[in-house]
């Protein structure tokens, strides 16, 4: 038990020393946000990150809860994507000491990167494509739900069956994810709304940063959300039927797509380790850097 407990804790550990890493090297000066931001921000990634960590703790820790069903790991982060987002969302409660002119127009691109947006919808049509394929491929269960798989075996009509991300699980996951993409983009309208502050150019840096928080969250959440896809139809994969016919002994059959499990698996383990690093990372930008002013500003100011 100790054993399967470190290994599903691995990419846990590994996202995390991943975005200390990002954190400490790749990121550019991060500015000072202010206390309430600071910690709307160090919630907005930290508390979703914890969430999922409590989910795959839980059933070694206290048994009795027992694991989480498909539904639940594939809906709960798109659910968590949507309270980061919600919460990077809130604009910071600065006072303004009077009015500030700025003739530049503030639109979403002022503040957004475009490679948020490509990312989240090319995240957003990966999952799309692979849910559709999976539900189509699903079959009505003995309740009546589309969460089965089969493959025929030999000529008899024998068949074998396993579970299959299908619809029964994916439609509301679907609409986890439309609302996900819904909120995200409100948030990234709402940016440009607010009136500069006294300091323009620290105001500016502040909606950047929340700007690519908000893709971070709701990249995080898509990413893992596919993990929880990937690693479903990684077990679909490995089923394995066999018969005996009297014309080639025993014959072995799988599904069309068994040669992809390992690296569907291993796909959706990266795809997790990547979600839970950019939400690790959301948490960790709550902490300013410490900027240096150039060398002519601080003369001219003195």
């Given at each position: 038990m100790l054993t399967i407990l470190l290994l599903a804790s691995a990419p846990i550990a590994v996202a995390a020393i991943v975005a200390i890493g990002i954190r400490l090297i790749n990121l550019p000066p991060l500015p000072r946000l202010g206390a309430p931001t600071s910690w709307l921000t160090a919630a907005a990634g930290g508390l979703p990150a914890l969430a999922l960590a409590a989910m795959v703790w839980f059933p070694f820790v206290l048994p009795p809860i027992g694991f989480f069903d498909l539904d639940v790991r594939a809906l709960a982060p798109l659910l968590f994507g949507i309270g980061a987002v919600i919460l990077l969302a809130i604009p910071p409660m600065s006072?303004?000491?009077?009015?500030?002119?700025?003739?530049?127009?503030?639109?979403i691109?002022?503040?957004v990167s475009a490679r948020w947006i490509i990312m989240t919808l090319a995240v957003a049509a990966i999952v799309a494509i692979l849910t559709v394929a999976a539900g189509t491929a699903s079959e009505l269960d003995d309740q009546g739900r589309y969460t089965t798989y089969t493959i025929s075996i030999g000529t008899t009509g024998t068949e074998m069956g396993t579970g299959i991300?299908?619809?029964?699980?994916?439609?509301?996951?679907?609409?986890g994810l439309v609302a996900l993409l819904l909120v995200t983009a409100t948030a990234w309208a709402l940016l440009p709304r607010p009136a500069w502050s006294t300091d323009i150019a620290h105001d500016a840096t502040v909606r950047r940063l929340r700007a690519a928080n908000i893709g971070r969250a709701a990249c995080g959440a898509l990413l893992i959300h596919l993990s929880v896809v990937l690693q479903s139809l990684a077990s679909t994969a490995s089923l394995l039927g066999s018969t005996t016919t009297t014309e080639l002994g025993a014959v072995s059959v799988t599904p069309?797509?068994?040669?992809?499990?390992?690296?569907?698996?291993?796909?959706?383990?990266?795809?997790?380790?990547?979600?839970?690093?950019?939400?690790?990372?959301?948490?960790?930008?709550?902490?300013?850097?410490?900027?240096?002013?150039p060398t002519s500003v601080v003369a001219s100011a003195s």
């Open positions: 006072p303004r000491r009077g009015a500030v002119a700025q003739i530049s127009r503030r639109t691109m002022s503040f991300y299908g619809w029964h699980y994916s439609l509301p996951a679907l609409a069309p797509f068994a040669a992809l499990g390992p690296t569907l698996y291993w796909s959706g383990t990266l795809a997790l380790v990547a979600g839970l690093t950019m939400w690790i990372v959301i948490a960790l930008t709550a902490i300013p850097s410490t900027v240096r002013q």
